[in-house]
């Protein structure tokens, strides 16, 4: 009895626990490797576009409803300061230039937010009874350097942009339109660029490629026949199968290797087969593949900000997205502006209007002498001999 349990119980126990695991080649690493890269930049690319609505929403929802309230205030700052301008006898000349300069850049920061169309026609005319160019010639001057700006950031992304288009009275909805319809253009003629004239390849890329291609057709005509929803008697697999067909007409049309192997598994698993990826070319030709995705898909990423659709909140980071702590930053330096506008007003608006703009206005002269004497001291520093 002994000896039969020994055989029977033992010795099996034994084999299993000494059986040596089989390890991993090269390929099989790289290609696991690569898979995983593959999966967390597309987990990446999820997560930013969620990070990117967020900050969306969170513009619309927050800062847009208090740089709204700027502007209004902004508004009713000007006819006050105007008011007190024209009628005061308090002020000395230099003074009343300082408090025209002052109510001119209010002019100007309503401008930039409100546009052409959205600009009071009294606050304009004030404007223009200061010596202003009016809206649309500011605007002008101040829309070319930006258009260049815009064109040269996505040239030196390799997209060729044209937006000569834009006019000043165009509201912001059309100029994102036209900004959006652009970069689509300019996108596309990159990639029939690319198409059209393809780098020289040597002979083993180009059979390289060929078999990545044939590789993944090979996957995919195989699949197409286990999954045939026609080809199923059974009601409830055959439902099953018409959404891995879906699955895999899409991935076999964005070249999207791991949802094909994904579901090639599932036909294996679910045929009580078992395969591996044993063929060592055939790794090759997978992890070439997988390499291509991941850069197609990092350049996704890298370009994701610079979306139209995101143009609302792009002036509040540097080139690229840095999380919701800018737009946070901003939300509260907006309030804070809010709050110095609205209390300045009330003061415009009391007894002492006078005497407090009056304070107001030589501190601000004051402020701008030392800018001036800073400046003057750092260029002729600059200028000096040496």
């Keep these: 009895m002994m000896f039969l349990f020994f055989f029977e119980e033992v010795m099996p126990a034994v084999l299993r626990v000494k059986q040596p695991k089989k390890s991993l080649n090269e390929d099989q690493k790289t290609f696991r490797r690569l898979k995983n890269q593959l999966e967390a930049l597309k987990e990446k690319e ?23 309230k700027i502007d209004r205030a902004l508004e009713e ?26 109510i001119l850049s209010d002019i100007e920061s309503l401008l930039t937010s409100v546009g052409v169309h959205g600009m009071p026609k009294k606050v304009e005319e004030i404007g223009k009874a200061l010596g202003w160019e009016g809206a649309e010639a500011t605007l002008v001057s101040k829309l070319s350097p ?11 992304q390799g997209i060729k942009v044209d937006l000569s288009s834009i006019e000043v009275k165009d509201s912001e909805e059309v100029m994102i339109q ?32 060929e078999l990545q291609k044939k590789s993944m057709n090979a996957i995919y005509k195989q699949l197409v026949k286990a999954f045939h929803p026609d080809l199923e008697p059974d009601l409830e697999k055959k439902a099953q199968k018409e959404e891995q067909m879906k699955r895999l007409t899409v991935a076999y049309e964005n070249g999207d290797l791991p949802t094909l192997l994904e579901l090639e598994q599932e036909w294996i698993d679910s045929s009580e087969k078992h395969s591996t990826i044993s063929s060592v070319d055939q790794l090759k030709i997978y992890n070439g593949i997988l390499r291509q995705q991941i ?38 330096d907006i309030k804070t502006d809010l709050e110095n ?36 001291q750092f260029f002729s520093a600059k200028c000096a001999p040496r």
């Design 341 to 376: 506008i609205e209390t300045f007003i009330d003061q415009l608006k009391s007894n002492q209007a006078e005497k407090i703009l009056k304070r107001t206005l030589q501190q601000e002269r004051a402020l701008q002498e030392i800018e001036s004497n800073l400046f003057s």
């Design 178 to 209: 036209k900004l959006f319809v652009q970069v689509k253009t300019g996108m596309d003629q990159r990639e029939n660029l690319s198409e059209k004239k393809p780098p020289k390849k040597s002979q083993k890329l180009q059979k390289s490629e």
């Design 295 to 332: 850069a197609i898909i990092k350049d996704r990423i890298e370009m994701l900000f610079l979306h139209p659709r995101y143009l609302p909140i792009q002036p509040f980071y540097e080139n690229r997205f840095a999380g919701m702590a800018p737009l946070l930053e901003a939300y509260q």
């Design 146 to 156: 930006m258009i260049e700006d815009i064109e040269s950031m996505f040239a030196s």
């Design 46 to 68: 999820k997560k930013r576009h969620a990070e990117l609505d967020q900050g969306l929403l969170f513009y619309h929802e927050k800062i847009r409803i208090e740089e709204e």
């Design 77 to 102: 700052r000007i006819y006050h300061a105007y008011r007190l301008y024209k009628t005061t006898k308090f002020f000395s000349e230099r003074e009343l230039n300082t408090l025209k300069d002052l």
